[in-house]
């Protein structure tokens, strides 16, 4: 197959626009996926980047890195690709807000329908596409929806930490104020 | 501007005389709509439904030769439908296969049809009339599933594309049915049924398509890898060359002459 492990590095500054075209490009090839039911076990039809019954089938994995932190796993095959997505965790806050906001996310994995239930091992959040959804759903919005994801999550977990240190402040100079008239 | 007329077309086939078409949208059932050479979909009429298969429907062809209609399924079963008394009748075909069939190819001549199946054979099916049904003798040598077949225009030999980045040409002489002809591949009489006569690594991926030339001299087929392979077999040798595009794979390739190929 024509992937190969790949490992991409840039300068911080002006990252993100290259990381996110990269892993678009990919994902546009990636999947190119059909209906294939299985070879191994008769009359089913399995995501064959899951059960991996046979590597013929499967497509070398490539990882886009935009850092040593954040970075992108795609693994295809025939008629399926699981995307898993590690996310910047800067200090310990965010760290938490990641894990709490990733598992809320998880739970509620049906509404996202490509979204799956855990992680990859080593990454914070994974998605399953399959040729059933591509069958209903438009590619290039699938893929939109992929990237846009993958930046607004930087985003929330952003927000969500300046207003914990607003709502941290707001609380300390309240409970000072007793102290001090 | 443009009507849908499903969601989903899985495979379809049309009919010799181009006015009907047949269609599987995705899922067990096969509808026949007559007015087909109407270029607007609205137009086109519903006639049959073919009721047969439990799984989806993966591949149609409907032969020339003697209007009869193959069909075949992840299931792992094929039809052959003969249209009799204002209906379309199924007959049973063995094809022995354990996995799904993914395509189904009726040969030129309307004796035999191929059949491209999950458990990396091929059943090549003639008739048997002692006991009204289609059995088969089957082309193994594979080594993953096989996604599809072409018969070369003398219906003796078929090449087949698989996920195993290989493209294979078979005799599919079989004894009783088949004459001996002078292919360009050398005495057909010579090969016994089944034998890989060349096979062609030429594709980094999968082999989604194969297919000859009206004139049975070349063979193309279609990779995963975004490549194009034509093998040339004038001359006694086979030659294969591949061409590399930066587009996204392409799954069928056909030719319209012997010059001009589209996939």
């Given at each position: 197959?024509?992937?190969?492990?790949?490992?991409?590095?840039?300068?911080?500054?002006?990252?993100?626009?290259?990381?996110?075209?990269?892993?678009?490009?990919?994902?546009?090839?990636?999947?190119?996926?059909?209906?294939?039911?299985?070879?191994?076990?008769?009359?089913?039809?399995?995501?064959?980047?899951?059960?991996?019954?046979?590597?013929?089938?499967?497509?070398?994995?490539?990882?886009?890195?935009?850092?040593?932190?954040?970075?992108?796993?795609?693994?295809?095959?025939?008629?399926?690709?699981?995307?898993?997505?590690?996310?910047?965790?800067?200090?310990?806050?965010?760290?938490?807000?990641?894990?709490?906001?990733?598992?809320?996310l998880m739970q509620r994995s049906e509404q996202f329908i490509v979204m799956r239930r855990k992680p990859a091992k080593g990454y914070?959040?994974?998605?399953?596409?399959?040729?059933?959804?591509?069958?209903?759903?438009?590619?290039?919005?699938?893929?939109?929806?992929?990237?846009?994801?993958?930046?607004?999550?930087?985003?929330?977990?952003?927000?969500?930490?300046?207003?914990?240190?607003?709502?941290?402040?707001?609380?300390?100079?309240?409970?000072?104020?007793?102290f001090c008239p | 501007m443009s009507t849908k007329l499903a969601d989903g077309v899985t495979c379809h086939a049309w009919s010799p005389d181009r006015k009907r078409i047949a269609v599987c949208e995705n899922s067990e059932r096969v509808y026949i709509y007559k007015n087909a050479d109407k270029p607007s979909v609205t137009d086109w009429v519903k006639e049959h439904e073919l009721v047969g298969h439990d799984l989806v429907v993966s591949a149609i062809d409907w032969s020339p030769v003697h209007n009869k209609i193959v069909t075949c399924s992840h299931d792992r079963n094929a039809f052959v439908?003969?249209?009799?008394?204002?209906?379309?009748?199924?007959?049973?075909?063995?094809?022995?296969?354990?996995?799904?069939?993914?395509?189904?190819?009726?040969?030129?001549?309307?004796?035999?049809?191929?059949?491209?199946?999950?458990?990396?054979?091929?059943?090549?099916?003639?008739?048997?009339?002692?006991?009204?049904?289609?059995i088969s003798k089957m082309i193994k040598k594979h080594k993953s599933t096989v996604t599809s077949v072409a018969w070369h225009p003398n219906s003796q030999l078929l090449a087949t594309g698989s996920t195993d980045f290989r493209c294979r040409v078979f005799s599919a002489f079989i004894k009783d049915i088949d004459r001996p002809?002078?292919?360009?591949?050398?005495?057909?009489?010579?090969?016994?049924?089944?034998?890989?006569?060349?096979d062609f690594d030429a594709s980094n991926g999968w082999v989604e398509g194969v297919a000859w030339s009206p004139s049975g001299n070349q063979l193309a087929f279609v990779g995963h890898d975004s490549s194009i392979s034509f093998?040339?077999?004038?001359?006694g040798s086979s030659v294969c060359k591949s061409l590399k595009s930066k587009e996204l794979p392409n799954q069928k390739v056909m030719f319209l002459s012997d010059t001009v190929v589209v996939a």
């Open positions: 197959s024509e992937f190969h492990l790949i490992a991409l590095v840039f300068y911080q500054a002006n990252t993100l626009r290259p990381y996110l075209n990269t892993v678009r490009h990919t994902l546009d090839a990636s999947l190119c996926l059909r209906n294939f039911p299985s070879q191994t076990v008769e009359r089913h039809n399995k995501p064959e980047v899951e059960v991996q019954s046979s590597k013929e089938l499967l497509l070398n994995p490539v990882m886009i890195c935009r850092n040593e932190q954040e970075k992108c796993l795609i693994e295809s095959s025939i008629n399926s690709v699981r995307v898993s997505i590690a996310i910047k965790q800067a200090d310990e806050i965010e760290s938490i807000l990641c894990h709490k906001f990733t598992s809320f914070d959040l994974s998605f399953l596409v399959t040729h059933m959804h591509l069958e209903r759903m438009w590619k290039h919005k699938l893929i939109d929806f992929l990237i846009e994801f993958m930046e607004d999550i930087d985003k929330e977990i952003s927000g969500m930490k300046i207003a914990i240190n607003a709502r941290a402040r707001i609380i300390a100079s309240e409970y000072v104020k007793q | 439908w003969t249209f009799t008394d204002n209906e379309w009748k199924p007959s049973l075909s063995i094809l022995r296969i354990n996995r799904a069939a993914l395509d189904v190819k009726w040969s030129p001549d309307g004796t035999k049809f191929a059949v491209a199946s999950g458990a990396k054979v091929v059943p090549v099916c003639h008739y048997e009339s002692h006991n009204d049904w289609w002809t002078n292919s360009i591949l050398g005495d057909t009489g010579r090969f016994s049924f089944g034998d890989q006569i060349v093998v040339d077999f004038e001359g």
